[in-house]
């Protein structure tokens, strides 16, 4: 089992950035995707960035070339670094592992608030 704690978050004027981190317990994190979701106010969640065990990523067009998810495996964490932020990126942001071999999430951890004023 893997056990994920976001933490980072907090307040940005729009422009500004901010980095969440995603560190991870468990021996397997090594071998496991990870992604980055966020969830806004009475909006679905949304899978914003992942990267493979590899290293290879991929972003949801609306922050592709301002976010950018890497991974530390001596540390085992996953980072994401949000520049030129603005309001509509404020949400609730959660990172997570992956069915093998799938898209579906597996674990989560508990979420970091991040909200960026106009």
């Known amino acids: 089992q893997v056990q994920l704690v976001e933490s980072g978050g907090g307040l940005s004027q729009a422009g500004g950035s901010l980095r969440l981190s995603c560190a991870a317990s468990?021996?397997?994190?090594?071998?496991?995707?990870i992604g980055w979701h966020r969830q806004a106010p009475g909006k679905q969640r949304e899978l914003v960035a992942t990267?493979?065990?590899?290293?290879?990523?991929n972003y949801i067009d609306s922050v592709k070339g301002r976010f950018t998810i890497s991974r530390d495996n001596a540390r085992n964490t996953v980072y994401l670094q949000m520049n030129s932020l603005e309001p509509e990126d404020t949400a609730v942001y959660y990172c997570?592992?992956?069915?093998?071999?799938?898209?579906?999430?597996?674990?989560w951890g508990q979420g970091t608030q991040v909200t960026v004023s106009s």
């Open positions: 997570n592992t992956f069915f093998p071999g799938t898209r579906f999430p597996r674990y």
């Open positions: 468990g021996s397997t994190f090594n071998a496991e995707a």
């Open positions: 990267i493979s065990s590899g290293g290879m990523t």
